[in-house]
């Protein structure tokens, strides 16, 4: 997690200063898109849609046979979230939870198949805290994760078993007020749904781990 922590911090601190110049703190400074912004234009209810990448390890133990228990996973995910703002003079608080429909996992052979294990939807509550700069603001988020694990054996014959997984989440994001209700977001969040056992497998029983790193975008409406 250090290096895309790292790559992210990079990004805002790049950013931030980037809309410092545009603003060039004075009155002279003028921008198409980015202006004076009233501390206001933060506060309230929003909605929007996201989407984007992820990767991580899913863990299977016991491990299949000539297989290993930790395996690099990747994939897409896809939804939506809500949320509302305050603005404190300078600092901001809010909430924020969003529902993801994904296909983050990853699969290996097996005897006469495959053996598949992936998250195929999630979701996080989480709290926000960041610090507005005119129309754009840097945040720091974290809270609680849950999502659906599948695992599924292929062999001409399907079967397959899915559990329900709980754990924390916790990330960086950056978000720009495009207008006085649209705003841009790009954020990155490292999300643990933690161990569960799946029964009732051809291969025996299983306990899996999902764990991923997330590079998503979005876009919200204010309210």
């Known amino acids: 997690m250090r290096h895309p922590?790292?790559?992210v911090l990079a990004l805002l601190s790049a950013g931030a200063s980037a809309q410092a110049a545009d603003l060039n703190w004075n009155s002279n400074a003028t921008s198409p898109i980015y202006g004076n912004a009233s501390a206001a234009q933060w506060t309230g209810f929003y909605a929007g849609v996201s989407g984007g990448y992820g990767?991580?390890?899913?863990?299977?133990?016991?491990?299949?046979?000539?297989?290993?228990?930790?395996?690099?996973?990747a994939g897409w995910h896809l939804g939506a979230q809500a949320g509302y703002n305050i603005d404190m003079g300078g600092f901001l608080i809010g909430g924020e939870a969003d529902l993801q429909w994904a296909n983050i996992g990853y699969n290996e052979p097996i005897a006469g198949g495959t053996f598949e294990a992936k998250t195929d939807f999630f979701g996080t509550v989480r709290g926000?805290?960041?610090v507005p700069v005119g129309q754009v603001m840097p945040y720091a988020t974290g809270g609680l994760a849950f999502g659906r694990g599948v695992a599924q054996e292929s062999t001409g014959v399907?079967?397959?078993q899915t559990a329900n997984h709980f754990g924390w989440t916790a990330g960086l994001g950056l978000e720009a007020q495009a207008t006085s209700n649209i705003s841009l977001k790009a954020e990155y969040l490292y999300v643990d749904l933690g161990e569960q056992a799946y029964a009732g497998l051809p291969t025996g029983n299983r306990d899996i781990t999902q764990r991923f790193s997330i590079i998503r975008a979005g876009i919200n409406y204010k309210f």
Do not use: C, M
């Open 158 to 160: 399907v079967t397959s």
């Open 5 to 7: 922590v790292i790559a």
């Open 55 to 73: 990767w991580g390890t899913t863990t299977n133990a016991p491990p299949l046979a000539g297989g290993q228990a930790n395996n690099n996973s």
């Open 128 to 130: 926000r805290a960041g």
